[in-house]
């Protein structure tokens, strides 16, 4: 017998909007398309993203430029979306008109918004950023719904809810609910910031994604207020124990879906043939994620490799020539190969589960599945909040900095008896320090995909407070300087605007020449 759990997933994971319609398409010029998927394969080299993310982002990015170029408003939604198709992020001829109305709508009320912002004199270039992203998130959902994940998240909302015991931790019942279920919706979904904000802003404010439910001047007086409510919503203290707690809960429930969608409901009738298909998927999920990682890894690589190549002829040879006269062929190749490299051995090295986690998944899959299945796997967690005495606290303060600038500085004089100078040995410091997070990150993916508990490792006991600040220093970064991309820059301003002119005139020409070829017939 199923559990309430399934059942209600089964019930909600799909919905009318989901269904194909009898409704005209979009349809553009394949050979032209060809030319704009092309384009953004290679600009993706330019700048990272998790595959999961490059949609969301690249109509940020359309939406944005004809927001500035366009002058009429009134046909934006079209051209956004014939841009997407021909960039081959959907199909030739699978989104329906009447989508493209919905889309035209929603960015009617999102630009009224900046409008009324803008006449009251208090819109910023942050504000203008968060709503265009907010209207880049609704478009997103609106040509890809998201209806059967969001069920998930609910699914493992419910079968996390009980067990979760908060010791020491003192929050209204309203906000314990509200943290779990944004912690597991981001646990499932692996969204950015932006996506995360949008997640609340439908939740708390679902006017905002229902065009005509209320007025732009209405929706451009609560905006800041319900800015500043999804920030602190974030920003709580508890979301990182939630996550913390169940990110290794992630698996079963991808492991589910993926079940669902490649056998039907019928496969969970018969247990015995469901272990066999969890295990086939789940040895399917190690072989895919690390052959992902590999390839994220080359990417990292060939971007990495080129960026330092550029800074090294734009600032460390003449930096070289104009105070010794002469190149450092040491400190430039160390520069230029060790980054990549050591990325490259960090995620190579990554260990991937076995066996034992997939028997661990099969009996978490049927304690969801399964209303008589005896918990095993989901049992009561508690999360609570360390206290410490201040004068422990200041100790380990002190010890943890003396390690961060015993780290840098032992760094600093490695790189001091390989002859660096200043601006080499600034320049290693910000890439060394990237990799590290970044390869962090990179194990992390096959971290995803295990649900037992990891065995403590001496080795990493010892070499983590050294490398601990390295990583900090390094999402530091990841979050601001990286920000600055000049290859961006030169995508978004020199190649992209007038490729983006001349692949539409040339969809516009092939268009008319049918036209007339047509009238000849």
């Given at each position: 017998?199923?559990?309430?759990?399934?059942?209600?997933?089964?019930?909600?994971?799909?919905t009318p909007e989901d269904l194909p319609t009898d409704d005209a398409h979009v349809t553009v010029n394949d050979a032209v398309g060809?030319?704009?998927?092309?384009?953004?394969?290679?600009?993706?080299?330019?700048?990272?993203?998790?595959?999961?993310?490059?949609?969301?982002?690249?109509?940020?990015?359309?939406?944005?430029?004809?927001?500035?170029?366009?002058?009429?408003?009134?046909?934006?939604?079209?051209?956004?979306?014939?841009?997407?198709?021909?960039?081959?992020?959907?199909?030739?001829?699978?989104?329906?008109?009447?989508?493209?109305?919905?889309?035209?709508?929603?960015?009617?009320?999102?630009?009224?918004?900046?409008?009324?912002?803008?006449?009251?004199?208090?819109?910023?270039?942050?504000?203008?950023?968060?709503?265009?992203?907010?209207?880049?998130?609704?478009?997103?959902?609106?040509?890809?719904?998201?209806?059967?994940?969001?069920?998930?998240?609910?699914?493992?909302?419910?079968?996390?809810?009980?067990?979760?015991?908060?010791?020491?931790?003192?929050?209204?019942?309203?906000?314990?609910?509200?943290?779990?279920?944004?912690?597991?919706?981001?646990?499932?979904?692996?969204?950015?910031?932006?996506?995360?904000?949008?997640?609340?802003?439908?939740?708390?404010?679902?006017?905002?994604?229902?065009?005509?439910?209320?007025?732009?001047?209405?929706?451009?007086?609560?905006?800041?207020?319900?800015?500043?409510?999804?920030?602190?919503?974030?920003?709580?203290?508890?979301?990182?124990?939630?996550?913390?707690?169940?990110?290794?809960?992630?698996?079963?429930?991808?492991?589910?879906?993926?079940?669902?969608?490649?056998?039907?409901?019928?496969?969970?009738?018969?247990?015995?043939?469901?272990?066999?298909?969890?295990?086939?998927?789940?040895?399917g999920f190690y072989n895919v994620y690390k052959r992902k990682l590999h390839i994220r890894a080359i990417r990292a690589f060939v971007?990495?490799?080129?960026?330092?190549?550029?800074?090294?002829?734009?600032?460390?040879?003449?930096?070289?020539?104009?105070?010794?006269?002469?190149?450092?062929?040491?400190?430039?190749?160390?520069?230029?190969?060790?980054?990549?490299?050591?990325?490259?051995?960090?995620?190579?090295?990554?260990?991937?589960?076995?066996?034992?986690?997939?028997?661990?998944?099969?009996?978490?899959?049927?304690?969801?599945?399964?209303?008589?299945?005896?918990?095993?796997?989901?049992?009561?967690?508690?999360?609570?909040?360390?206290?410490?005495?201040?004068?422990?606290?200041?100790?380990?303060?002190?010890?943890?900095?003396?390690?961060?600038?015993?780290?840098?500085?032992?760094?600093?004089?490695?790189?001091?008896?390989?002859?660096?100078?200043?601006?080499?040995?600034?320049?290693?410091?910000?890439?060394?320090?990237?990799?590290?997070?970044?390869?962090?990150?990179?194990?992390?993916?096959?971290?995803?995909?295990?649900?037992?508990?990891?065995?403590?490792?001496?080795?990493?006991?010892?070499?983590?407070?050294?490398?601990?600040?390295?990583?900090?220093?390094?999402?530091?970064?990841?979050?601001?300087?990286?920000?600055?991309?000049?290859?961006?820059?030169?995508?978004?301003?020199?190649?992209?605007?007038?490729?983006?002119?001349?692949?539409?005139?040339?969809?516009?020409?092939?268009?008319?020449?049918?036209?007339?070829?047509?009238?000849?017939?």
């Amino acid at each position: 017998m199923f559990s309430d759990v399934f059942t209600t997933f089964l019930a909600a994971r799909t919905t009318p909007e989901d269904l194909p319609t009898d409704d005209a398409h979009v349809t553009v010029n394949d050979a032209v398309g060809a030319i704009a998927f092309y384009y953004e394969k290679i600009r993706g080299i330019a700048e990272y993203r998790d595959e999961h993310l490059v949609r969301q982002h690249a109509i940020r990015r359309v939406l944005g430029r004809r927001f500035i170029l366009t002058q009429s408003t009134d046909t934006m939604a079209m051209g956004l979306v014939k841009e997407l198709v021909r960039s081959r992020y959907f199909r030739n001829q699978t989104i329906s008109v009447s989508k493209v109305h919905t889309i035209q709508a929603l960015l009617d009320q999102y630009l009224g918004v900046l409008d009324q912002l803008r006449m009251r004199h208090i819109l910023t270039d942050k504000d203008q950023d968060w709503i265009l992203f907010m209207a880049a998130c609704a478009i997103d959902e609106v040509l890809s719904p998201t209806t059967e994940l969001e069920a998930l998240v609910h699914a493992m909302y419910q079968k996390v809810e009980p067990i979760t015991n908060l010791q020491g931790i003192s929050v209204d019942g309203r906000t314990r609910r509200v943290q779990l279920y944004l912690s597991v919706y981001r646990i499932l979904l692996k969204p950015d910031v932006h996506r995360t904000e949008f997640f609340l802003l439908k939740t708390l404010a679902p006017h905002w994604t229902t065009p005509g439910a209320m007025s732009v001047e209405q929706l451009a007086v609560e905006c800041y207020d319900l800015r500043k409510k999804i920030r602190e919503l974030i920003r709580h203290p508890l979301q990182k124990k939630l996550m913390g707690t169940y990110r290794r809960f992630r698996i079963p429930f991808v492991v589910l879906v993926t079940v669902l969608r490649s056998n039907g409901e019928a496969i969970f009738e018969n247990r015995e043939a469901l272990a066999k298909e969890v295990s086939r998927i789940c040895e399917g999920f190690y072989n895919v994620y690390k052959r992902k990682l590999h390839i994220r890894a080359i990417r990292a690589f060939v971007y990495i490799f080129i960026t330092k190549m550029v800074l090294g002829l734009l600032i460390e040879l003449p930096y070289d020539f104009l105070t010794v006269g002469h190149i450092a062929l040491v400190p430039l190749l160390i520069n230029i190969l060790f980054p990549p490299i050591l990325l490259m051995m960090i995620a190579f090295s990554a260990k991937f589960p076995g066996k034992d986690n997939t028997a661990s998944v099969l009996q978490a899959i049927n304690e969801i599945v399964y209303v008589d299945e005896a918990p095993l796997v989901f049992v009561p967690q508690n999360i609570g909040q360390k206290k410490r005495r201040v004068t422990l606290w200041v100790v380990f303060s002190l010890v943890y900095l003396v390690l961060f600038l015993g780290s840098f500085s032992l760094l600093g004089y490695i790189l001091k008896l390989l002859h660096f100078n200043p601006v080499s040995g600034v320049i290693f410091f910000l890439f060394f320090c990237l990799i590290m997070f970044f390869g962090v990150t990179l194990r992390r993916s096959a971290k995803e995909l295990m649900l037992l508990k990891p065995k403590p490792s001496l080795w990493l006991a010892f070499i983590d407070p050294f490398l601990l600040p390295i990583v900090q220093v390094g999402r530091w970064l990841s979050f601001n300087v990286s920000r600055v991309n000049v290859f961006v820059f030169i995508f978004d301003i020199l190649i992209e605007l007038p490729l983006q002119a001349l692949i539409e005139i040339t969809e516009e020409w092939w268009s008319f020449m049918r036209e007339k070829k047509d009238e000849i017939e």
